[in-house]
């Protein structure tokens, strides 16, 4: 199974992301995730050693094939105006399989919180 691509196109910056997704298998029944870990980053270019943030990453119903993966309005904070670069593996023992890959666009705050840009 090869990885599903997509890009999202405005992750506001500063505030809370989250987005969950299925995993199925080639014929369109559930992947049965018991047993996996799920784990995702983000990089500022796609060649990068080195992570730039790591997404909280769950798997809230192995059984259904969900996986959610979810930033705090802290991490968001963190990110600039530009596109980065994301993917969210599974990994279940030596097994490890690329579930989604894509990009993000930050789309910037206006708004100050408490007297501070958030």
């Not at 080195?50 to 904070?77: M, R």
């Not at 993917?87 to 930050?106: A, F, H, K, P, S």
């Amino acid at each position: 199974m090869s990885a599903g691509r997509y890009d999202i196109k405005k992750l506001d910056r500063a505030a809370t992301f989250s987005m969950k997704m299925i995993a199925k298998n080639d014929d369109g029944t559930y992947m049965e995730l018991d047993g996996y870990t799920a784990k995702a980053a983000i990089k500022e270019h796609y060649d990068d050693v080195e992570v730039f943030l790591e997404f909280e990453a769950t798997i809230p119903d192995p059984e259904h094939g969900e996986v959610l993966i979810a930033l705090t309005p802290e991490q968001t904070l963190t990110l600039v105006e530009c596109q980065y670069y994301y993917d969210v593996l599974l990994i279940n023992g030596e097994y490890i399989m690329r579930l989604l890959d894509g990009t993000i666009q930050i789309s910037p705050d206006v708004t100050q919180v408490g007297g501070e840009s958030i």
